[in-house]
């Protein structure tokens, strides 16, 4: 008779677990996977043996190599505690044969970081700004050695290096649809590059006259291909501009301090925080003020939305998909959005913002 199973070596061979019951104090079982395959022969368990005795005892009629984690179920019910408890519990009769059917767990453990997966080295001054692609394959950089990096994240080396600015980088953001990037510089001109070739296309933007704090791109089902995006600047502005035209369209003025941080919401309008304590929401055809939102007792330092994640990948996601022409990709964009946006209404919010 199998007495206890608090230790593996307390198992005798598989082929010994078909035994006649010699004790009240054990329950004849059968064990069987979700299918409904029995897994040995009927066996009488001792009613202290729970959801670890039966791990090991699984592992060993199986002949795991490696032993792996298993959840029981009686009834459609999970076994955590042993027979015994469960049987006194549910009034489940002992005369009876017990089907205890087993499943695998998933094989993964969670554990904290605590070390650096890796370092990709190449600027010779401090990162003051980094920006994921849409599509999540690159990364871009920028420092204050006046350059731009991007990088490859599948092989964790550089792609190109960007130089045109002069002065510091201190902001850069991807157009939705990956193929550009614009970067912002203590010297308030901005660049925009061919994120293919690394090219610098065109002259520098320049309008601003401090430096720049922000920069957020048009989302693409708002407008295929993507061309305008918005900057924000200590000066107090914020400038719309075309990146294909390269010239600024829109000027934003009206707040009295420095606007410190700015976004392009998925609903065609843009907000501005900023050092003079209030929100400004602008509409993007003529650049009219829409609200004034107040309340902060010092600077706003920073916008988030809850739109925010759809609309920065834009009609990308795990699928990894190319896109034959812009339309598509705005069309799969405007979906994904969509599907968010009720999801969104159903909780009562949509474009929800977060200010700090």
Excluded at 139 to 151: E, I, M
Excluded at 221 to 236: E, Q, Y
Excluded at 265 to 281: L, R
Aim: charged share 20%; aromatic share 8%.
């Amino acid at each position: 008779m199998l007495e206890t199973m608090d230790v593996e070596a307390s198992f005798p061979p598989a082929r010994d677990f078909t035994m006649a019951r010699e004790s009240t104090n054990s329950v004849m079982c059968r064990l069987t996977d979700p299918d409904g395959t029995t897994l040995g022969t009927q066996m009488y368990l001792p009613e202290s043996a729970g959801p670890k005795e039966l791990n090991q005892m699984v592992n060993k009629l199986l002949n795991n190599d490696e032993k792996l984690p298993y959840a029981f179920y009686i009834s459609d019910q999970e076994l955590v505690v042993h027979l015994g408890s469960y049987l006194e519990k549910n009034k489940v009769s002992v005369e009876k044969v017990l089907t205890i059917v087993y499943q695998p767990q998933a094989v993964f453990r969670i554990r904290p970081v605590t070390r650096c997966s890796s370092t990709i080295a190449g600027h010779n001054e401090a990162v003051l700004s980094v920006a994921f692609s849409p599509d999540g394959q690159q990364l871009a950089s920028g420092s204050g050695d006046t350059t731009v990096r991007l990088w490859d994240l599948n092989t964790q080396t550089p792609l190109f290096t960007c130089k045109g600015h002069k002065n510091w980088v201190l902001s850069i953001a991807w157009s939705p649809d990956g193929k550009h990037l614009v970067s912002g510089s203590k010297a308030g001109e901005l660049i925009c590059w061919d994120t293919q070739t690394g090219k610098q296309l065109g002259n520098p933007l320049a309008g601003h006259k401090k430096w720049i704090t922000g920069i957020s791109w048009e989302p693409v089902h708002l407008s295929a291909p993507c061309r305008r995006f918005v900057s924000a600047s200590k000066d107090g502005d914020a400038r719309i501009w075309d990146a294909t035209l390269r010239k600024c369209v829109i000027c934003l003025s009206g707040h009295t301090l420095a606007i410190t941080c700015v976004k392009w919401g998925g609903d065609g309008v843009i907000y501005t925080g900023s050092q003079d304590c209030t929100i400004k929401v602008w509409e993007t055809s003529q650049g009219k003020l829409i609200r004034e939102l107040k309340g902060h007792g010092h600077w706003v330092n920073s916008l988030a939305l809850s739109t925010e994640y759809v609309l920065r990948t834009g009609a990308f996601d795990h699928t990894n998909k190319h896109f034959s022409s812009p339309e598509e990709m705005k069309k799969v964009a405007l979906e994904r959005y969509n599907k968010m946006r009720v999801l969104l209404l159903r909780d009562w919010f949509l474009d929800q913002m977060i200010s700090q």
